[in-house]
């Protein structure tokens, strides 16, 4: 099978990350699967956003300043007022700005719900943003999975959605909750170096030191890696057991070409313009 070519946040490279329009404009240029991330508000609204926290590289407040830090969490601030902030350009000189010089901003784009996302014809990998090192910044993940599952249901979508995390009881919560929705294990050098706390109480050490047996052994569907963490060997075993491999965030068509030659099974990418034809 052809690889899967994500989204990641829409596309953005090209777009403003995780908004409404970027998504259309990814689609109309031919993406028809994303990855993107959801948050929870103070009443209890998912929200699309990559940080627990307004990320002052891309948010202005109502009166068109840039927001400083440190920023509002999500879960202390309503959906209503977390539509206040425009998050349609990169603040310029950012860290941001410099990675996505391409990006072609849209003035007075907003953080969508995840019930508006799940509205567009496509397929989703929602990044469910728990962080077992801050667990004050966000709502229990449980809880989280609770809201999320909720939001996938109102929407009738669960036939075009995948679950992922860094933080597993995310994926644990919703296996109890939706046994039949596809889940994908995300993994960093960070995240398996310190993988008892982001695992909750499993790591590489116990099976053998394979991180791909571990996805395995949680009765996962697919590993997500980081793709300078991936091999060739690793990209084999995976497959042995069963998984699929989507690897992320790949930006450049050499090291796109490298991994299709490997077998992986999908490309999350901020560019999926330079994905070969």
Request: glycine content about 8%.
């Given at each position: 099978?052809?690889?899967?070519?994500?989204?990641?946040?829409?596309a953005?490279?090209?777009?403003?990350?995780?908004?409404?329009?970027?998504?259309?404009?990814?689609?109309?240029?031919?993406?028809?699967?994303?990855?993107?991330?959801?948050?929870?508000?103070?009443?209890g609204?998912?929200?699309?956003?990559?940080?627990?926290?307004?990320?002052?590289?891309?948010?202005?407040?109502?009166?068109?300043?840039?927001?400083?830090?440190p920023?509002?969490?999500?879960?202390?601030?309503?959906?209503?007022?977390?539509a206040?902030?425009?998050?349609?350009?990169?603040?310029?000189?950012?860290p941001?700005?410099?990675?996505?010089?391409?990006?072609?901003?849209?003035?007075?784009?907003?953080?969508?719900?995840?019930?508006?996302?799940?509205?567009?014809?496509?397929?989703f990998t929602?990044?469910?943003?728990?962080?077992?090192?801050?667990?004050?910044?966000?709502?229990?993940?449980?809880?989280?999975?609770?809201r999320?599952?909720?939001?996938?249901?109102?929407a009738?979508?669960?036939?075009?959605?995948?679950?992922?995390?860094?933080?597993?009881?995310?994926?644990r919560?919703?296996?109890?909750?939706?046994p039949?929705?596809?889940?994908?294990?995300?993994t960093?050098?960070?995240?398996?170096?310190?993988?008892?706390?982001?695992?909750?109480?499993?790591?590489?050490?116990a099976?053998?030191?394979?991180?791909?047996?571990a996805?395995?052994?949680?009765?996962?569907?697919?590993?997500?890696?980081?793709y300078p963490?991936?091999?060739?060997?690793?990209?084999?075993?995976?497959?042995?057991?069963?998984?699929?491999?989507?690897?992320?965030?790949?930006?450049?068509?050499?090291?796109?070409?490298?991994?299709?030659?490997?077998g992986?099974?999908?490309?999350?990418?901020?560019?999926?313009?330079?994905?070969?034809?």
């Amino acid at each position: 099978m052809p690889v899967e070519i994500i989204g990641h946040r829409g596309a953005r490279g090209l777009h403003p990350e995780n908004t409404l329009d970027g998504f259309r404009a990814a689609m109309r240029a031919g993406v028809t699967r994303f990855e993107l991330d959801a948050g929870v508000s103070a009443d209890g609204i998912v929200v699309v956003h990559h940080d627990p926290a307004l990320n002052p590289d891309i948010a202005r407040g109502p009166g068109g300043a840039w927001i400083t830090p440190p920023p509002p969490l999500l879960k202390d601030l309503t959906q209503a007022e977390i539509a206040r902030f425009d998050v349609g350009r990169i603040r310029p000189g950012s860290p941001t700005a410099r990675r996505f010089p391409d990006q072609v901003p849209n003035d007075g784009a907003r953080m969508p719900t995840l019930d508006a996302v799940l509205a567009l014809p496509a397929h989703f990998t929602i990044e469910v943003k728990s962080i077992p090192t801050h667990p004050e910044a966000t709502i229990a993940p449980e809880a989280m999975a609770e809201r999320v599952a909720a939001a996938i249901d109102a929407a009738c979508a669960a036939g075009r959605i995948t679950v992922s995390s860094f933080d597993w009881r995310v994926q644990r919560a919703m296996r109890r909750l939706r046994p039949a929705l596809p889940l994908a294990y995300l993994t960093s050098a960070e995240t398996v170096a310190g993988a008892p706390l982001w695992w909750n109480g499993s790591s590489p050490a116990a099976h053998g030191g394979s991180v791909a047996r571990a996805v395995a052994a949680e009765g996962g569907d697919t590993w997500s890696p980081e793709y300078p963490d991936l091999s060739l060997d690793a990209v084999r075993e995976a497959h042995a057991l069963g998984l699929r491999v989507v690897t992320w965030t790949v930006n450049t068509r050499e090291e796109m070409d490298r991994l299709i030659a490997w077998g992986v099974d999908g490309i999350i990418t901020d560019r999926p313009d330079r994905a070969p034809a």
